[in-house]
């Protein structure tokens, strides 16, 4: 081993003849006894720069206050001494108030300070502690009148902390006990190991259960101090086989919530304090989800580790469904009364009686799963329907693949366009964007593939059929549309294809084959608006062409609610939101956005990569 700066090395062949000698020693003496006899003993097996090096490490005056520490504490190692004294907190605290009539001297002054001092305190309180073997919390006795015949009874004490208990209770129909309804994952009493769903509560820090309600229970323990003391009969767990199994498969879960949430004010959660708010496009690690009606989930990358109930997706979407529902019936209640007919039958107008809302909720654990990857793969299913939760996961884009489509979306005059023109001067080696498809004839120097891809009105019909229009529609007699092919050779030629659509056609790409990122451009309000377009025209023509038009109030208000509209209804399938308020601000933000896509790891819909 490097003895010194200078290279000096001790070798193991020279020490090794005077092992036994040093053994020798350390069986008759200390440390202390054994270091200072070093040097003698392997004097004549070392340099004698070694033996000098040595000498003055010997010497060092902090060594020795150190060995004899250490021969001390081996004296008593085996003896365990008892304390002198049990109680030093309370004699500092004496000795304090004596000295309190001579506060006069230097001395005096620096010893009452240093007894005053926050951590001498806790210091006398841990030794007291210790030398009392107060080890643990002191729970309070057992009913002498329990009988043999009484259900057994645990006593739990937590310490208590800002931090919420993570469960929640409700009062068994059979009974009409007080049990724990659930357990947050991650919460105070999940990670004491000591509560458990099914437990009945017979006390909290004192007051008796018989009489209470299941919202009578959290003020007691919010308003406990220190500890909260309960008293339970521990509830029968039901063993199940493949639990484990489904437990692991449920730390893998993860989901993007397609709605806005938000516990406070739904009356039918459990308790408010339990749940989780969240808005839409927010990814969730759903933890549990045994329950049908409400799941327990945590956010993403939030440092909180207790999890949050959550609406179940059978009971959003059966939320959605009743909400649109009775907004039909409200619509055409409103239409009849205008039209002077009698009241509306709900059951006859909307085919959906409430008895059928309330079917049971019953589904095997493994269903909800494949519930959420399949509701991506079903053509019948679309998520405008029923916007609850999409399963996602982590996806970073490998250097073969070819770049997630980018689509933009918004209404007309927003500025969709000059943000992609922008994007496309800004780097055209790697943005490209689709040649619409025209039955009108080529004009003047029009060159077919450049400005439009021109094609003959019969193969423009053949290829709708065929269904390889991502969009068309018809202008003047004339067809226009935007091809599927179109966008397959930009991603191809290994750019990022850049696309405008109207929200409609979204769902048609959101396929693993592309991998959408929507982009929703969205206009300022109205007073911003109008400043931000006071010179600002916009074509009248569908196709584009012909002259431009400076913007009406018509128009601002048009744009408004368009935008608006398209939020109400495809606002979860959008990933990025950006307002158009300036249009420098915009593109910045769009083109940072586009570099974290390429460069950070995004989320996406597990179907978009299951095989």
Same mark, same amino acid.
């Given at each position: 081993?490097?003895?010194?700066?200078?290279?000096?090395?001790?070798?193991?062949?020279?020490?090794?003849?005077?092992?036994?000698?040093?053994?020798?020693?350390?069986?008759?003496?200390?440390?202390?006894?054994?270091?200072?006899?070093?040097?003698?003993?392997?004097?004549?097996?070392?340099?004698?720069?070694?033996?000098?090096?040595?000498?003055?490490?010997?010497?060092?005056?902090?060594?020795?206050?150190?060995?004899?520490?250490?021969?001390?504490?081996?004296?008593?190692?085996?003896?365990?001494?008892?304390?002198?004294?049990?109680?030093?907190?309370?004699?500092?605290?004496?000795?304090?108030?004596?000295?309190?009539?001579?506060?006069?001297?230097?001395?005096?002054?620096?010893?009452?300070?240093?007894?005053?001092?926050?951590?001498?305190?806790?210091?006398?309180?841990?030794?007291?502690?210790?030398?009392?073997?107060?080890?643990?919390?002191?729970?309070?006795?057992?009913?002498?009148?329990?009988?043999?015949?009484?259900?057994?009874?645990?006593?739990?004490?937590?310490?208590?902390?800002?931090?919420?208990?993570? !469960?929640?209770?409700?009062?068994?129909?059979?009974?009409?006990?007080?049990?724990?309804?659930?357990?947050?994952?991650?919460?105070?009493?999940?990670?004491?190991?000591?509560?458990?769903?099914?437990? /009945?509560?017979?006390?909290?820090?004192?007051?008796?259960?018989?009489?209470?309600?299941?919202?009578?229970?959290?003020?007691?323990?919010?308003?406990?101090?220190?500890?909260?003391?309960?008293?339970?009969?521990?509830?029968?767990?039901?063993?199940?086989?493949?639990?484990?199994?489904?437990?692991?498969?449920?730390?893998?879960?993860?989901?993007?919530?397609?709605?806005?949430?938000?516990?406070?004010?739904?009356?039918?959660?459990?308790?408010?304090?339990?749940?989780?708010?969240?808005?839409?496009?927010?990814?969730?690690?759903?933890?549990?989800?045994?329950?049908?009606?409400?799941?327990?989930?945590?956010?993403?990358?939030?440092?909180?580790?207790?999890?949050?109930?959550?609406?179940?997706?059978?009971?959003?979407?059966?939320?959605?469904?009743?909400?649109?529902?009775?907004?039909?019936?409200?619509?055409?209640?409103?239409?009849?009364?205008?039209?002077?007919?009698?009241?509306?039958?709900?059951? !006859?107008?909307?085919?959906?009686?409430?008895?059928?809302?309330?079917?049971?909720?019953?589904?095997?654990?493994?269903?909800?799963?494949?519930?959420?990857?399949?509701?991506?793969?079903?053509?019948?299913?679309?998520?405008?329907?029923?916007?609850?939760?999409?399963?996602?996961?982590?996806?970073?884009?490998?250097?073969?693949?070819?770049?997630?489509?980018?689509?933009?979306?918004?209404?007309?005059?927003?500025?969709?366009?000059?943000?992609?023109?922008?994007?496309?001067?800004?780097?055209?080696?790697?943005?490209?964007?689709?040649?619409?498809?025209?039955?009108?004839?080529?004009?003047?120097?029009?060159?077919?593939?450049?400005?439009?891809?021109?094609?003959?009105?019969?193969?423009?019909?053949?290829?709708?059929?065929?269904?390889?229009?991502?969009?068309?529609?018809?202008?003047?007699?004339?067809?226009?549309?935007?091809?599927?092919?179109?966008?397959?050779?930009?991603?191809?030629?290994?750019?990022?294809?850049?696309?405008?659509?109207?929200?409609?056609?979204?769902?048609?790409?959101?396929? !693993?084959?592309?991998?959408?990122?929507?982009?929703?451009?969205?206009?300022?309000?109205?007073?911003?608006?109008?400043?931000?377009?006071?010179?600002?025209?916009?074509?009248?023509?569908?196709?584009?062409?012909?002259?431009?038009?400076?913007?009406?109030?018509?128009?601002?208000?048009?744009?408004?609610?368009?935008?608006?509209?398209?939020?109400?209804?495809?606002?979860?399938?959008?990933?990025?939101?950006?307002?158009?308020?300036?249009?420098?601000?915009?593109?910045? /933000?769009?083109?940072?956005?586009?570099?974290?896509?390429?460069?950070?790891?995004?989320?996406?819909?597990?179907?978009?990569?299951?095989?």
């Amino acid at each position: 081993m490097p003895a010194n700066d200078t290279g000096t090395v001790i070798t193991t062949g020279r020490l090794a003849s005077c092992h036994g000698s040093i053994v020798t020693v350390l069986g008759r003496h200390g440390v202390y006894e054994l270091l200072a006899a070093l040097a003698s003993q392997i004097q004549s097996h070392v340099t004698r720069q070694d033996c000098t090096f040595l000498q003055s490490m010997l010497r060092d005056r902090s060594l020795l206050p150190l060995l004899k520490i250490h021969e001390r504490l081996k004296q008593y190692q085996h003896q365990s001494p008892p304390p002198v004294l049990v109680y030093t907190g309370a004699l500092a605290y004496e000795l304090s108030r004596d000295l309190q009539s001579k506060a006069d001297r230097e001395e005096v002054k620096e010893l009452s300070d240093l007894l005053a001092n926050p951590h001498v305190k806790s210091l006398f309180s841990v030794h007291d502690a210790v030398a009392q073997e107060r080890f643990g919390p002191t729970l309070p006795p057992l009913p002498e009148d329990l009988g043999e015949q009484q259900d057994p009874v645990k006593i739990i004490q937590l310490v208590k902390s800002t931090e919420p208990l993570g !469960a929640t209770v409700k009062r068994d129909q059979g009974t009409g006990a007080i049990v724990v309804a659930r357990i947050l994952r991650g919460g105070a009493a999940d990670r004491s190991g000591l509560i458990h769903e099914g437990d /009945e509560l017979r006390e909290v820090n004192g007051v008796l259960m018989d009489d209470k309600r299941p919202e009578d229970v959290a003020p007691v323990v919010v308003q406990s101090r220190g500890a909260v003391t309960f008293k339970v009969v521990p509830g029968i767990k039901e063993d199940s086989p493949g639990l484990e199994e489904e437990e692991e498969e449920e730390e893998e879960l993860f989901v993007r919530a397609l709605f806005d949430y938000e516990p406070r004010g739904d009356a039918a959660i459990p308790c408010e304090e339990a749940g989780l708010a969240f808005g839409r496009g927010a990814v969730l690690q759903v933890v549990s989800w045994a329950e049908p009606v409400w799941w327990q989930a945590r956010l993403h990358g939030s440092a909180n580790p207790r999890a949050g109930l959550v609406p179940s997706k059978q009971l959003q979407e059966r939320r959605f469904l009743l909400q649109r529902a009775t907004e039909f019936v409200q619509q055409k209640t409103s239409k009849q009364r205008s039209e002077g007919e009698g009241e509306a039958d709900y059951g !006859a107008i909307s085919g959906i009686h409430i008895a059928g809302l309330r079917r049971s909720f019953r589904l095997s654990r493994r269903n909800w799963r494949a519930g959420l990857c399949e509701c991506g793969r079903s053509k019948c299913y679309d998520l405008a329907d029923a916007p609850t939760y999409e399963e996602v996961v982590p996806y970073r884009r490998q250097p073969e693949a070819p770049y997630r489509l980018v689509l933009l979306v918004g209404p007309r005059g927003v500025g969709v366009s000059e943000m992609k023109r922008r994007l496309l001067i800004s780097d055209p080696q790697h943005f490209g964007v689709t040649v619409p498809y025209t039955t009108r004839a080529k004009r003047g120097e029009e060159k077919d593939g450049v400005e439009y891809k021109f094609v003959s009105k019969p193969q423009f019909e053949a290829d709708i059929i065929e269904n390889k229009f991502i969009e068309h529609g018809d202008y003047r007699g004339h067809y226009y549309g935007t091809s599927l092919d179109s966008v397959r050779s930009i991603l191809q030629g290994n750019k990022v294809c850049l696309l405008d659509v109207p929200p409609h056609s979204i769902q048609r790409l959101r396929t !693993a084959e592309f991998k959408p990122y929507v982009v929703f451009v969205k206009p300022p309000p109205m007073e911003e608006l109008r400043l931000s377009r006071r010179n600002a025209k916009v074509a009248r023509r569908r196709d584009g062409e012909g002259s431009a038009e400076l913007f009406t109030e018509e128009d601002f208000q048009e744009m408004i609610d368009s935008a608006q509209e398209m939020e109400d209804r495809y606002g979860h399938l959008f990933e990025k939101t950006i307002v158009n308020e300036d249009m420098a601000f915009a593109f910045r /933000e769009l083109s940072l956005a586009l570099e974290k896509l390429e460069t950070e790891i995004q989320w996406i819909p597990k179907s978009w990569v299951s095989s």
